[in-house]
């Protein structure tokens, strides 16, 4: 069956860095996007940082631009997320997306906090 297994997350000090994975299964990687969203408590889903199927395009949220960098491996079934530079409004649940045509996968979600 399908699966998007977040993992990487935890505390963290402002200014430090965290490096979240996404490992997928059930399904053919290489032909999805691949999009990290995040929900910060009372909040809504927000898209994070988007990566196409070859890898080629980004996007960033303008929050996050020059800080996190969205890189994936297509041979290992997965994305990564690597936060650098991280501040207490960072504080959220990851959740790791998959979208392909008609298909659209989540993750269970992996909480970082950000916090002195």
């Known amino acids: 069956q399908v699966q998007l297994v977040e993992s990487g997350g935890g505390l963290v000090q402002p200014g430090g860095s965290l490096r979240l994975s996404c490992a997928a299964s059930?399904?053919?990687?290489?032909?999805?996007?691949m999009t990290w969203y995040r929900q910060a408590p009372g909040k809504g889903r927000d898209l994070v940082a988007s990566?196409?199927?070859?890898?080629?395009?980004?996007i960033y949220a303008d929050s996050v631009k020059g800080r996190f960098v969205i890189p994936r491996d297509n041979a290992k079934n997965a994305v990564y997320l690597q936060m650098n530079s991280l501040k207490a409004e960072d504080t959220a649940v990851y959740y790791c997306?998959?979208?392909?045509?008609?298909?659209?996968?989540w993750g269970q979600g992996t909480q970082v906090t950000v916090s002195s």
């Open positions: 059930g399904f053919t990687f290489s032909e999805f996007a």
């Open positions: 990566i196409d199927s070859a890898g080629g395009y980004t």
């Open positions: 997306n998959a979208r392909g045509g008609l298909r659209n996968y």
